[in-house]
């Protein structure tokens, strides 16, 4: 029996996963996932949690059934991996041994690495959206706020899907405003890129939804402390941002299993080859989704295109053939943007997003980077999608590929 093994049965390990269970004859492959916990969350339905558009009931679904039978789960905490022996061993000392790793460990938010951020004070009036408890809380703090200044501050890139706080933002502006009291909230963005995002096009278009808003921004803003007393950030070159309550996206970072297997970079995130998606200097392990050190958002959809690409890469590599996939850093991600309406950018490694139609030229039917209800409707369709098909991994009718049909060259 050869032995498959996936670490992490998040979104991108339960893909490929199925994918896999669907191609590897039973009798040869066994197929193994390691999880630290039992429940797996929609991420994206984080965002809609503090503002009662959805539940926690509405987002989080058992693990186990969303893996195929035949796979075997083990519910444990992944203590570290030997690429020498070809092993992994559990927290509980259990040693696993594979002929084929996937790494999708994902990555998660470190509120400690801030100084003065992860006190008392966390989740009281400082919070975050990017887990469940963090959201949850978040919402009933919000439902009896009186107003005042709300800062979303981003602590560090990357972040996991980095158009998440202006969404964020985008719904606190609807919110408030459908409860008559937008007036009495300040809406304002602490970021250290130097615009609302990482490529200069939507970053322009984004920048003009938030003044349209009257969100203000404080780019370039390096985060170094937070002044709990003062209730303000200093930034290292002591600038300061004052705010009644904090909503932060601390520093995201890779596992922990990452840096005692001495594997990833300063952040703990594996160094991989952004093409064929094995891990660099390591035989027989490959990596997938937000865990990956790879230069494109850290995103559902990311981990959905290159599990295409890695499940081709895979069978070739079990063949003893070299990997014939490609990954092009493709990314696609609707933003919600208020008021029942969203936007939507395509992009990858080499182009960044821009203006035009998705996926027909000229039809549609959704807007890129450009805002219509059609576009908010694929956001909150895609909650359906991700339990329904992408989980299964069954094919989507987007091609893993980025293609540049609909798309407007500006320049
Ligand atoms: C607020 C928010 C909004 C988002 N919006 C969108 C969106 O609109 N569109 C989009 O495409 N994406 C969005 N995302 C991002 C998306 O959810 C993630 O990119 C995606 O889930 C990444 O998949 P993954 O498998 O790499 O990681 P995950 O799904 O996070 O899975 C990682 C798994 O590894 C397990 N694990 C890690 N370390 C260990 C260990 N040591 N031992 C045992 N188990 C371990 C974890 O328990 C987890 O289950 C959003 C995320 C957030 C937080």
């Known amino acids: 029996m050869r032995h498959m093994l996936i670490l992490g049965g998040g979104t991108a390990g339960t893909i490929m996963a199925n994918k ?99 006190d ?21 703090f919000l439902k009896g706020w009186q107003g005042g200044r709300l800062v979303v501050s981003i602590a560090e890139m990357p972040i996991k899907c980095p158009v998440a706080p202006l969404e964020f933002l985008f719904l606190a502006d609807a919110w408030f405003t459908e409860r008559g009291m937008r007036d009495k909230v300040d809406l304002h963005l602490v970021t250290p890129l130097s615009g609302a995002f990482t490529k200069p ?18 780019p370039d803003f390096g985060l170094a402390r937070v002044d709990n007393e003062g209730r303000k950030l200093v930034g290292w070159d002591e600038t300061e ?18 840096a005692r297997s001495s594997m990833g970079d300063e952040l703990n995130f594996v160094r991989t080859d952004r093409h064929t998606l094995a891990a660099e200097s390591m035989e027989d392990v490959f990596v997938i989704g937000d865990a990956s050190n790879l230069p494109t958002s850290k995103a559902g ?37 208020g008021f029942g309406k969203g936007l939507l950018i395509d992009f990858n490694y080499d182009t960044e997003p821009l203006p035009g139609e998705f996926p027909l030229p000229g039809v549609g039917p959704f807007k890129l980077l450009g805002e219509s209800a059609i576009n908010h409707y694929g ?14 991994g069954m094919d989507l009718p987007i091609e893993a590929e980025m293609s ?3 798309k407007r060259v500006i320049a």
């Open 20 to 118: 896999l269970a669907s191609a590897l004859d039973e009798s040869d492959w066994q197929i193994t996932v390691v999880d630290g916990t039992e429940e797996h969350y929609y991420q994206p339905g984080f965002l809609f949690v503090p503002f009662g558009i959805y539940r926690m009931r509405d987002i989080v679904r058992p693990r186990r059934q969303y893996l195929p039978g035949r796979a075997r789960l083990i519910l444990s905490s992944i203590d570290h991996i030997d690429p020498q022996k070809k092993s992994v061993t559990l927290s509980g000392g259990e040693l696993l041994r594979y002929d084929v790793l996937i790494i999708a460990t994902g990555t998660d938010i470190h509120p400690e690495q801030v100084e003065g951020l992860f």
């Open 120 to 140: 008392e004070e966390w989740q009281r009036s400082k919070f975050d959206f990017y887990t469940a408890r963090g959201a949850d809380r978040l919402g009933q």
């Open 201 to 218: 096009v939507a970053s322009r278009a984004l920048a003009d939804f938030l003044e349209r808003k009257g969100i203000s921004v404080t």
């Open 241 to 258: 941002v004052p705010y009644d309550v904090l909503v932060s996206i601390p520093t995201n970072m890779g596992d922990a299993c990452i």
């Open 301 to 337: 959809s990311v981990a959905h295109f290159q599990s295409e690409v890695l499940f081709e890469n895979i069978l070739e590599h079990i063949e003893g053939r070299p990997p014939c996939a490609h990954f092009d850093g493709h990314a696609n991600c609707f933003i919600e943007s």
């Open 379 to 392: 956001k909150l369709m895609f909650r359906w999608v991700y339990w329904n098909l992408l989980l299964r």
């Open 404 to 406: 540049m049909a609909g």
